[in-house]
């Protein structure tokens, strides 16, 4: 609201003094950014140099012969991952057949219980109708010889 007050004039000064000053700001902080992060400089000397050079190359040839038993074990873990898999679908299909067969099973015992039950009356019935027989032949004989 102060800013109304002032004449054109003033005004243009103010402006040109404040476009100045975000140039000023602008430019000496992309100055200021680059200057104050120099990337540091180390010293190594031949013999150092040949022995990094020597163990990369060396670490080239570990990695070079570990990259096929890489690949060799990736697929060994796929195949077993697949093997894997077979075999619990077949455990379960075992599973399954099992109950049924313990079904059967229970239901064959149910049915020898109640054949065995039957025969078991049959058995009872006859030996009631032998005693029966047995005691009324023994009456007829006793009856013929009474008279």
């Not at 800013?3 to 430019?27: E, N, P």
């Not at 796929?78 to 109950?99: C, F, G």
């Not at 078991?120 to 027989?133: F, H, P, T």
């Amino acid at each position: 609201m102060m800013f109304q007050d002032f004449d054109l004039k003033t005004k243009k000064l103010l402006l040109l003094f404040l476009s100045c000053l975000l140039a000023w700001w602008l430019l000496g902080a992309s100055a200021t950014v680059s200057a104050s992060a120099p990337e540091p400089m180390y010293q190594i000397s031949e013999t150092q140099l040949s022995m990094l050079e020597t163990r990369l190359d060396l670490l080239d040839q570990i990695l070079a012969q570990q990259n096929p038993e890489l690949t060799t074990l990736q697929l060994q873990l796929v195949e077993s991952k697949k093997e894997l898999a077979t075999l619990r679908s077949e455990l379960t299909i075992s599973k399954e057949q099992l109950t049924k067969a313990e079904e059967s099973l229970r239901n064959a015992n149910l049915y020898l219980e109640k054949c065995a039950a039957e025969e078991k009356k049959k058995r009872l019935k006859i030996k009631a109708q032998r005693n029966g027989y047995f005691v009324c032949m023994v009456a007829a004989i006793i009856a013929a010889c009474h008279k």
